[in-house]
């Protein structure tokens, strides 16, 4: 790996983000999506699914409390996904098996967010609950309520299913952006207190099992990366080492007979580093990508890096939307075969989108590739972006590319496709994944090392790396256009991705071009302008994904756009646009020329050429779409 052009990325303390569009949106985070969910999870929103996580951490504090006092505590079963009132105690745990990763994801976006904004009030209220959090830890450190709660001799019996070790992910990511942010460490002491624990629990002379939902992989680096305790490194590298060894451990655990396609699921049919197609459910693929493209950085691991190259390449070029969504399938939340990407049945679930973004910042990390930044930037500016109302009020968990109401409503196989965002969901893993997301949007941006400073994402800052004081003025997303202002601290090479929707370019200096990057040599202050040609796109699918033969989606810059039926009335499939569609952008909307198909009710009959009418079709950025009630909805639409 020693050819490879390792970076780091740029922490967000030392990024004041300036574009409008991310500060509105970082704005929204801070001042509806925090507060909105810290009320869920305390289960104070009127209408909304209950969360039960903070009142699962009080259950978990007084047993632990009693645990400490020697005193007797009950036992109760700890064999369902989900629990409540009718199906569990009143006094046991409530919710899914992951419900602590809630409150660990909201304190982790208030961390993130209090780097943007300082705000006493939210760092208050974030240590109480981690007050609350750090009260249920039992004494050798270990941390998951349902466990605590529930039964303690259960623990760690079943890694396959019972996310302990997702739960220690997210309480470690927490941990960190919360010490990034304040310096306090209280969080980090227990997570540090439970990773002790699992190191001295997995291991090669140990147990030798791994996480049923991956994310456990990354945290361990996370906090190795800010303790250089070397045990962290070590259990994240054998967590990936042994993942998908046979005989499978969950078969040795469990006592079952290997059913080779769940293994799939989990992917740990075989070893990671042996990995060659993303398959299984997306999130948890996704995740377990991210934390082998940091082993591989941290261990120069090249078989390793091999892997997470096909695996984005298998994803990247063969399971990914046009808006960046992955997981086509509602069958295990998966990743489906190649170019079986539909458009109605989409999964295309918000959390694997934000997890491609980890996954392909990391390989970033690794060596800079173009196709990779530009896979995170139609991620982020469309499925990302489209999990969140405009108001910060309501969200996505699937994100389709076709949607009739009446078939989510009376077709099961589209059950999971909902026409309207919603307050909140039992299962709430996406909306706290966004607050956390965006509100760390600026760590996306840039990635460094002694000689080369990589802009990966164009959003308007003002950053401190080591190589120079950089602005980055932009209307990328209006007009393509960038001034970069440079003092730079020493000699250096600063590198522009272009984007690969872009034709045509100009730049205010002499560069070269190498992997999809423009390479600058940055001796003085300077100000280098950035022209990205910015036009409005017909974009068709390769052949080989069925749903959309004959059928163009509209782009411009990084944005995909869509049809609602406010602008275009009813019956979305019976419009077609113009091969010479005469795009107007304006406002951020475009309109095209096209054409309504006139009804026809005859269910066969003989082909003719159908009778049409003209109409202007109008275009509105798919991340805004549902934010005008409950109406139908198509990326993509036939051509003339
Ligand atoms: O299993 C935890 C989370 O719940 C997954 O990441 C999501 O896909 C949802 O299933
Ligand atoms: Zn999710």
Not at 345 to 359: K, N, V
Not at 394 to 420: C, G, M, Q, T
Not at 605 to 630: C, H, Q, V
């Amino acid at each position: 790996m020693d050819d490879l052009c390792f970076s780091e990325y740029i922490p967000s303390k030392r990024i004041r983000i300036t574009d409008e569009f991310w500060r509105e949106k970082t704005a929204l985070v801070r001042k509806e999506v925090i507060p909105y969910q810290y009320e869920a999870l305390h289960d104070r929103i009127d209408g909304a699914e209950k969360s039960y996580c903070v009142e699962n951490f009080i259950k978990a504090s007084k047993i632990a409390e009693k645990i400490r006092r020697g005193e007797e505590v009950p036992v109760y079963p700890t064999d369902k996904w989900c629990y409540d009132e009718n199906n569990s105690p009143a006094e046991a745990f409530h919710g899914w098996v992951f419900q602590d990763s809630d409150v660990y994801k909201w304190i982790e976006a208030v961390g993130f967010s209090l780097i943007v904004r300082p705000d006493a009030e939210l760092e208050k209220k974030a240590k109480d609950l981690i007050r609350l959090i750090c009260s249920a830890q039992l004494p050798d450190g270990y941390l998951d309520t349902l466990f605590i709660i529930n039964d303690r001799s259960a623990r760690f019996s079943n890694l396959k299913d019972w996310h302990e070790l997702y739960c220690f992910g997210h309480l470690a990511e927490a941990a960190v952006s919360f010490y990034n942010a304040t310096s306090d460490r209280a969080l980090l002491d227990a997570a540090c207190r439970f990773a002790d624990l699992i190191s001295d629990t997995f291991g090669p002379d140990k147990i030798k099992g791994y996480p049923g939902h991956e994310i456990a992989e990354m945290a361990l680096v996370k906090l190795y990366d800010i303790t250089k305790n070397e045990k962290y490194l070590q259990t994240a590298a054998f967590f990936i080492e042994e993942r998908g060894k046979k005989p499978y451990y969950y078969d040795t655990v469990l006592g079952k007979e290997t059913v080779y396609d769940n293994y799939h699921y989990n992917q740990a049919h075989r070893q990671p580093k042996f990995q060659y197609e993303a398959v299984g459910h997306a999130v948890r693929g996704v995740y377990l990508y991210s934390g082998m493209a940091d082993i591989a950085k941290r261990c120069r691991d090249e078989e390793l890096y091999d892997a997470c190259l096909r695996l984005s390449d298998n994803i990247i070029n063969k399971k990914m939307y046009i808006t960046g969504g992955i997981g086509a399938t509602v069958d295990g939340e998966a990743f489906s075969f190649d170019y079986d990407l539909p458009d109605d049945l989409a999964y295309s679930e918000t959390c694997a989108s934000i997890g491609l973004i980890f996954f392909l910042r990391r390989m970033l990390e690794i060596s800079p590739d173009a196709r990779l930044a530009d896979a995170a930037e139609r991620a982020l500016y469309n499925t990302v972006l489209a999990g969140m109302a405009l108001d910060g009020k309501s969200f996505f968990y699937v994100n389709p590319l076709e949607v009739l109401p009446e078939a989510s409503e009376k077709d099961s196989r589209k059950r999971h496709i909902k026409a309207v965002r919603q307050k909140w969901f039992g299962c709430a893993c996406c909306p706290p994944n966004l607050a956390r997301l965006i509100s760390s949007v600026s760590e996306y941006i840039f990635t460094e090392n002694e000689n080369t400073l990589f802009i990966h994402q164009y959003i308007g800052c003002s950053a401190n790396t080591d190589n120079a004081e950089i602005d980055v003025a932009s209307s990328y997303l209006t007009d393509g256009k960038l001034e970069i202002k440079i003092k730079p601290v020493r000699r250096f090479t600063l590198a522009l991705r272009i984007p690969s929707w872009c034709k045509s370019y100009s730049f205010s200096g002499d560069c070269e071009i190498k992997d999809g990057y423009a390479y600058f040599n940055i001796e003085k202050g300077c100000c280098l302008k950035v022209s990205f040609e910015l036009k409005t796109r017909l974009i068709k699918c390769s052949n080989k994904v069925r749903a959309n033969t004959g059928r163009v989606a509209v782009t411009r810059g990084p944005f995909v756009y869509c049809l609602e039926e406010t602008d275009n009335g009813k019956e979305l499939q019976m419009l077609k646009i113009s091969k010479t569609p005469g795009f107007l952008y304006e406002n951020g909307f475009i309109t095209a020329d096209g054409f309504r198909e006139k009804e026809d009710t005859s269910l066969y009959s003989e082909w003719t050429e159908g009778d049409y009418e003209k109409t202007r079709l109008k275009f509105i950025p798919y991340y805004r779409w549902a934010n005008r009630g409950e109406n139908e909805m198509s990326v993509y639409v036939r051509i003339e």
